[in-house]
């Protein structure tokens, strides 16, 4: 069975940053695998955030490049999202999601697989 713990989210002032983590299971290779973060605003679908393929490839959703960066760390299994200059329209709850491995990007891949619980980011201006 695979779990997906997230955690590092909060409340900031815009401008500020956070640091998002997603731990794997045993049963998932962060190395290997890929792997995403979504978020959801209240009243809002689910968007998706960034990505990393297994060539260590990654994408992002135009609203956040720039200041914004997904990582993993293979010795802790650890997926991570660091976002910067954060904004109110930033404000969402924020999941991770992993998928067997890939070699392209599509945010769809990950409807059927597993999913973190989810982590609240607030933002105020």
């Known amino acids: 069975q695979v779990q997906l713990v997230e955690s590092g989210g909060g409340s900031v002032q815009a401008g500020g940053s956070l640091r998002l983590s997603c731990a794997a299971s045993?049963?998932?290779?962060?190395?290997?695998?890929?792997m995403a973060w979504f978020r959801q605003a209240p009243g809002l679908g689910r968007e998706g955030v960034a990505e990393?393929?297994?060539?260590?490839?990654?994408r992002y959703t135009d609203s956040v490049r720039g200041r914004t960066t997904i990582n993993k760390d293979y010795a802790k299994n650890t997926l991570y999202l660091q976002m910067n200059n954060l904004q109110p329209e930033d404000t969402a709850t924020y999941y991770c999601?992993?998928?067997?491995?890939?070699?392209?990007?599509?945010?769809?891949?990950?409807?059927?697989?597993?999913w973190g619980q989810g982590t609240q980011v607030i933002v105020s201006s």
């Open positions: 045993s049963g998932f290779s962060v190395r290997t695998g890929c």
């Open positions: 990393i393929i297994s060539t260590s490839d990654t």
């Open positions: 999601a992993a998928a067997p491995p890939c070699y392209y990007h599509t945010w769809s891949r990950y409807e059927s697989q597993y």
